[in-house]
């Protein structure tokens, strides 16, 4: 090895750096993810952090390999770009019918997954699976529907024709003119999965869709922060183990490209000790992952993830949105977690930077997590008291709220200091399953240091 190699995890909250030095010896930094206050890109600052101390230029770098849930968080949120779909006329319903799988056969009240794409065009063509053309393609039609959806600020579009997997001459067509009309990404349904199967192949072309310019935005702030003449080669980890170019990584390859580094080293840590066999259990800030290895990589060539079918080869990984970063809030009804993150920035109440009451702060309040262990990125300074107070304060609106609710209404007028008995409380209508004394914020019995929220509950 003649210079310097990066090993990077970046996370939805945390990005972990490991680096190798030319003499063999390895350097290890943690940071926050997003701290716009400290650094523009925590892998490069932390890049810049280990060369700064150990004397070397940056022109020393030999290869950085880097895997990121850039691409899982935006899945998992809902925050990928505005995509037009582009199919064939008749099929406008494709995605939203599905596969017609229902997860729970019994449930009465069905809550179906959001769509990822913005607009549905349906182009005026067709082609048979023996590549006989019954419908022309309308190219006036298409062009002033895309043309329509440029105009309304979407920059992104799918494409995906009825056999378009065997016959692509009209998705090819398709790109052309949207390509003109000036669309920035244009995923075609037989480039990104060329497969029979018209449901998969079309949302995996959306997920590629919308998904790719998030990941390209990232891709090419990384590469633009690297000095001038720095030739160092750049590969980003797939959601099948294996690594790509930078200039080759896209969307539908990324969806699970943090996650499969895990697998990785959890299968090399396995087998360092002598286990052939092994359960991975990847908790982040933003997202958790679980994963199986049993001697051989687990693999998948049609996965759902985050309600989207996907049709690309990945790792069998089931990634759900809990994680350490978790929102806890109460939405008038019940107490609820997730699926949305603190992030980095603000990151959980404890970090004293105005951040919502998370899972983290939970497990602060009760002791399970010890503040003076933190890492120094967590605040400006440790003030251990003062992260503990914050956590407390957070949660304080959350348990009022929640007190409000569940509280029996003549207990909510009545001033726990009155001299006459209460009369006998009357419970709201609302309020049927349960009766709540109310919610107080009160020391844990095991540490009168910590604090948790306390709901006694009662049958009515």
Excluded at 41 to 58: H, K, S, T, V
Excluded at 93 to 112: M, N, S, T, W, Y
Excluded at 133 to 151: G, I, K
Aim: glycine fraction near 8%; proline fraction near 6%; charged fraction near 20%.
């Amino acid at each position: 090895m003649s210079g310097w190699q990066f090993w990077i995890d970046r996370g939805g909250t945390f990005t972990d750096v490991v680096a190798r030095a030319p003499d063999g010896g390895e350097h290890i930094r943690k940071l926050l993810s997003v701290n716009p206050e400290r650094y523009q890109d925590a892998a490069l600052e932390a890049i810049r952090l280990i060369l700064a101390e150990q004397g070397a230029d940056w022109s020393e770098i030999e290869a950085v390999k880097l895997g990121t849930t850039v691409a899982t968080n935006a899945l998992l949120e809902r925050k990928g770009a505005d995509v037009a779909l582009v199919v064939t006329e008749g099929f406008a319903d494709l995605l939203e019918i599905g596969v017609q799988a229902r997860p729970d056969i019994f449930a009465r009240h069905i809550v179906k997954p959001d769509q990822l794409q913005k607009r549905v065009i349906e182009a005026r063509e067709r082609i048979t699976a023996e590549g006989e053309v019954l419908t022309p393609l309308e190219e006036d039609h298409v062009r002033a529907e895309l043309l329509a959806a440029y105009n309304d600020g979407i920059r992104a579009t799918a494409i995906a024709c009825l056999h378009g997997w065997a016959y692509p001459v009209h998705e090819q067509r398709i790109a052309a003119i949207a390509r003109d009309i000036g669309f920035r990404q244009i995923s075609v349904s037989s480039e990104v999965s060329g497969l029979i199967k018209y449901v998969p192949r079309t949302n995996t072309s959306v997920a590629d869709a919308y998904l790719s310019p998030v990941l390209r935005a990232y891709i090419d702030q990384f590469v633009g922060a690297f000095p001038k003449g720095v030739t160092a080669a750049l590969h980003f980890m797939q959601s099948n183990g294996g690594l790509a170019h930078a200039n080759a990584f896209r969307g539908r390859d990324a969806v699970l490209s943090g996650p499969a580094g895990g697998v990785v080293g959890m299968a090399a840590a396995a087998r360092r000790a002598g286990f052939e066999r092994a359960l991975g259990f990847d908790m982040g800030g933003t997202s958790t992952d679980v994963s199986h290895y049993a001697g051989d990589f687990e693999r998948t060539h049609e996965s759902v993830v985050a309600g989207v079918r996907l049709a690309a080869p990945m790792l069998q990984i089931h990634t759900v949105a809990a994680g350490g970063g978790s929102i806890c809030f109460f939405d008038g009804a019940r107490l609820r977690v997730g699926p949305h993150s603190a992030g980095a920035n603000p990151g959980p109440a404890c970090y004293r930077r105005g951040g919502p009451l998370t899972i983290t702060d939970c497990n602060v309040l009760l002791g399970r997590v010890r503040p003076e262990f933190f890492p120094p990125f967590s605040a400006p300074t440790p003030i251990f008291r003062s992260m503990r107070a914050s956590s407390r304060n957070a949660s304080r609106p959350c348990a009022l709220k929640f007190a409000k609710r569940r509280t029996p209404t003549s207990a909510l007028k009545n001033s726990p200091k009155a001299s006459s008995p209460s009369p006998t409380p009357t419970w709201p209508k609302r309020s049927r399953r349960f009766r709540s004394s109310v919610a107080t914020i009160r020391p844990n019995t095991r540490s009168s240091r910590s604090a948790a929220l306390v709901v006694n509950m009662r049958a009515p």
